[in-house]
């Protein structure tokens, strides 16, 4: 079945520190990928997306680009702030039809802290 | 506009005992999803509904669990019989149609279900 692999975690860095998480995907066809974002206290938002291969999906200044022949889709920013500080997760959605079709399979999330 | 609300926010409930937790979507969204978030277990998908109807029931953990949609808005998850491993945070999500590249979900605050 499908699966996500996150780096484990967690991530300390200091305010403006380069940030990479690493994800990489098992899935059969081509599947749509996803950056999800949980802020303390907050629920889940989408942080980002890519639906083909060689996409870069970009939101607050976090890019990912959809690499199909690593099945990878790892999380940069080049400055992160404070209130960067969250758990992250990758997740994928399969794209072909089936009784499964559209839910989300997630990493095991990345606690990221950022000291000032 | 408003956005996902479930209810309650948190649960205390004793083992043994059912609970239902509630989903309210974003109006005019057919696609609901019921995920749940555990120390254990991290991010893993329960059920999902397109309209009223539910097609794929395997993430359910056991017969213990059932959902319902009605008028194909609010959505209940219903567990039996509640015991210890059933802690965790139930989530619930939705979006405007089922599937296709890139579809977003919206997700809800959750429920975090306590059973002593």
């Known amino acids: 079945g499908d699966s996500v692999t996150q780096m484990e975690g967690p991530v300390t860095l200091s305010e403006e520190a380069f940030l990479t998480i690493n994800c990489t995907y098992t899935a059969t066809g081509y599947p749509s990928l996803f950056w999800y974002v949980q802020y303390p206290g907050e629920g889940l938002q989408l942080l980002l997306k890519a639906t083909k291969a060689d996409d870069k999906g970009s939101n607050k200044g976090f890019e990912a680009t959809y690499r199909k022949e690593t099945t990878s889709f790892h999380l940069e920013k080049g400055s992160v702030q404070v209130s960067d500080s969250a758990v992250y997760f990758c997740?994928?959605?399969?794209?072909?039809?089936?009784?499964?079709?559209?839910?989300?399979?997630f990493g095991q999330g990345t606690i990221l802290t950022v000291h000032p | 506009g408003a956005g996902v609300s479930q209810s309650p926010s948190n649960k205390v409930t004793e083992k043994g005992k059912d609970v239902e937790l509630r989903c309210d979507p974003i109006s005019g969204h057919t696609a609901l999803y019921w995920y749940r978030q555990s120390l254990g277990q991290g991010l893993e998908f329960l059920i999902y509904f397109q309209g009223n109807s539910a097609p794929d029931k395997s993430g359910l953990p056991s017969d213990r669990f059932s959902a319902e949609r009605t008028g194909g808005s609010v959505s209940t998850l219903t567990i039996q019989r509640t015991q210890q491993e059933d802690s965790a945070v139930y989530l619930c999500?939705?979006?405007?149609?089922?599937?296709?590249?890139?579809?977003?979900?919206?997700f809800g605050p959750g429920t975090r279900l306590t059973v002593l």
């Open positions: 999500a939705s979006s405007p149609v089922l599937g296709g590249p890139g579809n977003e979900q919206f």
């Open positions: 997740a994928l959605t399969a794209n072909a039809g089936g009784t499964s079709y559209g839910k989300l399979t």
